[in-house]
């Protein structure tokens, strides 16, 4: 019996310590040691990418390395520039605001707000005649921008205050889309509750008309409301003032960027998570041809490999791309100044507290600068254009440059005539104006910086878990000037297709073949863009020309659910193209979808006869049909492109019959956005 005592006590002795380490464990030790991104880890899949640098905790403020503030302070800058920019324009619009600064005496920083504690902000008030600028692009149905989006949230929490922070606000957004410049007006107008000081009215700039325009028009009265407000004085000294200094080699061989978006030599030992900053290169799988042969446009199907990677998707987000320029726009415009093309340099910042050491991946080749890092095509802008003018040798080309960037009635009108009108990119404008020899370090920070392009996803996961397709118009049409302009990534596209379509011939592949000798560096996008949660739900998709893409996706996703004996919901599809023989994309797919009765199509041939028949004729034809399914079976609906006219398309619905006023229909239509029954795959 003694010894029954003593092994129950030493039992329950050994069963009481080991409860107790657990304890110890799981309230104490363990979150010590949890991994600071382990919820964000959890969160991938859930709302866009985080890049390298969130994962990472944040400086506490303490010294000027890690806070916004401290860092002004120690510069001794009075304005700070916050952008919101999902394709670089705003980014761009906010470089520029502060470069103007230094005319007014004004020292200037450009923030990223996804990298700024933004709690500071109130801090900023302490510095004297300071100002906050927000340059702030609206994206998708009316949200912010993937690196605003934590400021926007932190916006709107209650008992927030600003008291006297002296701001203002300049939105990006495309006035086709129903949530127009949201972000821009929001921000605005949440500042003034909160306590800030407007200093001038809120810009609304846009992306359909001439954003540049307004861009200038807002800038002019937002200085001259600080120059009576802070009783500055416009410097007339025009001349240039550097925001990076050349650096010279030699460097060593192992420190040279050679294309890659963030970390160096990323693309030889690739490491997920796969995001803006470190984009997987992703192998081309297959191209083929969508467009008929006797059609003169081309649009192309491509599959892109993420086997291996981590990388999920769901239908409906986005893949973003980044693209190279051609080799031969390069070429040209090192012949056009001058130039060695191989000679390795680095910009650096001359501002050392800078936010942005420098303008692009440092140090690297001028080739590797122009081929991957900068915009060589679009169309410059009057700040470049009024930077560069000094460069110009004969007086004639230097005051056209001069007047351009001048921002005068005479000088907005010969802009517009000679800039936008002719299309011309930075090789063009060196072509025509030959005295106009800039340095080439000079040109390269004056040069936009090349983004990402994006494309809507047109597959499943379900079906195509191991990759991801793409469907892409390519750009290519003749200017007013004669020359030929081609798309950026799309002419990556279509010169990857046409070396696959020489190697099927020559080596007799398969017709469709399989791998193509290419990659491109991509990252998922994530989108709100999505699929009803219960499969019966009906669907309404409306998308002409590559607006068919994300409902490809759709279609394969539900006919999936199909046959595993789901009980999936009516799946409509409008869709538009020009001729049913030229330019009907994934015609043949379409009609097995429908042969095995998962999906419901009408498509609108605008050419085929001759009267013009557009999808919007046929949703109006349907109209009743349609309120029928909104209205009594809670049918969601999906537009890609030509959101505008849809969005009034239904209105029109909803009063014919519903038999509602005009009020009370887009009362109705605003209810179906919000409660995420009508979606637009739109960004701007």
């Not at 793409?470 to 950026?488: C, F, Q, S």
């Not at 239904?650 to 229909?665: C, K, P, S, V």
Request: charged share 25%.
């Amino acid at each position: 019996m003694e010894l029954l005592f003593i092994s129950l006590d030493l039992t329950t002795t050994i069963i009481l310590s080991v409860i107790t380490l657990i304890g110890v464990y799981w309230f104490w030790l363990k979150p010590r040691l949890a991994p600071s991104n382990s919820f964000n880890n959890t969160m991938t899949m859930i709302k866009p990418s985080k890049l390298p640098n969130e994962l990472t905790p944040k400086p506490s403020g303490a010294t000027h390395e890690g806070s916004f503030v401290d860092r002004m302070i120690h510069s001794g800058k009075t304005m700070v520039v916050f952008y919101g920019s999902q394709t670089g324009t705003a980014e761009d619009f906010a470089q520029r605001l502060a470069k103007q600064a230094k005319r007014y005496g004004i020292s200037a920083t450009v923030c990223d707000p996804e990298e700024c504690d933004m709690e500071e902000l109130q801090r900023l008030t302490t510095i004297d005649k300071h100002l906050a600028l927000f340059c702030l692009a609206t994206y998708g149905e009316g949200d912010p921008t993937d690196n605003a989006q934590e400021f926007y949230e932190w916006l709107r929490e209650d008992g927030r205050e600003l008291n006297n922070l002296h701001y203002a606000v300049f939105g990006l957004g495309n006035k086709t889309y129903e949530h127009y410049n949201a972000i821009g007006k929001y921000v605005d107008k949440r500042l003034d509750e909160i306590g800030g000081v407007r200093m001038c009215e809120v810009g609304l700039g846009d992306d359909d008309g001439n954003i540049e325009d307004d861009f200038m028009a807002w800038a002019t009265v937002f200085w001259e409301s600080v120059c009576q407000k802070y009783e500055l004085v416009l410097n007339a000294d025009g001349t240039s003032m550097r925001q990076y200094k050349l650096v010279e080699g030699p460097f060593p061989s192992e420190s040279v960027f050679t294309g890659e978006i963030g970390r160096l030599k990323s693309y030889e030992k690739q490491k997920p998570p796969f995001d803006l900053r470190n984009p997987y290169l992703a192998s081309v799988l297959a191209s083929r041809e969508l467009f008929q042969k006797d059609c003169t446009r081309s649009c192309l199907h491509l599959e892109l490999d993420i086997s291996n990677t981590r990388i999920k998707y769901e239908a409906g987000d986005h893949v973003a791309v980044f693209p190279s320029n051609d080799e031969s726009l390069v070429n040209r415009i090192g012949e056009l100044v001058n130039a060695n093309l191989d000679e390795v340099i680095s910009l650096l910042n001359v501002d050392e507290d800078a936010q942005k050491k420098t303008p692009f991946p440092c140090p690297c080749s001028y080739r590797t600068a122009l081929t991957y890092y900068l915009d060589i095509t679009s169309i410059l802008n009057t700040q470049i254009l009024k930077e560069i003018a000094q460069y110009a040798t004969d007086e004639n080309e230097k005051a056209l440059l001069t007047l351009m960037g001048s921002y005068s009635d005479e000088g907005k009108i010969k802009y517009k005539e000679w800039v936008l009108d002719g299309y011309r990119s930075i090789v063009h404008i060196l072509e025509d104006l030959p005295s106009l020899k800039p340095p080439l370090d000079h040109l390269c920070e004056l040069l936009p910086r090349l983004h990402p392009r994006y494309y809507s996803i047109s597959s499943s996961p379900k079906v195509h878990p191991t990759c991801v397709h793409v469907t892409a118009v390519i750009v290519h049409y003749e200017t007013p000037t004669k020359r030929i302009a081609k798309g950026v990534a799309t002419n990556c596209f279509k010169e990857l297709h046409d070396k696959h379509h020489v190697l099927e011939i020559t080596e007799g592949t398969q017709e469709n073949g399989t791998h193509i000798p290419g990659r491109f560096p991509i990252y998922i996008r994530k989108s709100t863009f999505r699929l009803p949660f219960k499969f019966q739900t009906p669907i309404i998709m409306i998308g002409p020309g590559t607006g068919l893409a994300p409902f490809r996706g759709f279609i394969q996703e539900r006919h999936f659910y199909k046959t595993q004996n789901k009980p999936v919901g009516e799946t409509i599809l409008y869709y538009g193209c020009r001729n049913q023989a030229e330019d009907y994309l994934y015609r043949d797919e379409l009609k097995y979808f429908v042969d095995e009765q998962i999906l419901e199509l009408y498509v609108a041939f605008s050419r085929d006869q001759e009267k013009k028949v557009y999808v919007t004729h046929l949703l109006k034809q349907h109209g009743e049909k349609l309120w029928k399914l909104i209205k009594d079976q809670n049918a969601s609906v999906y537009v890609c492109g030509m959101a505008r006219d849809v969005h009034s398309i239904l209105i029109e619905i909803a009063q014919t019959y519903g038999e509602m006023t005009n009020e009370r229909a887009s009362a109705f239509v605003k209810e179906l956005t919000q409660k995420g029954r009508y979606s637009q795959d739109v960004w701007s």
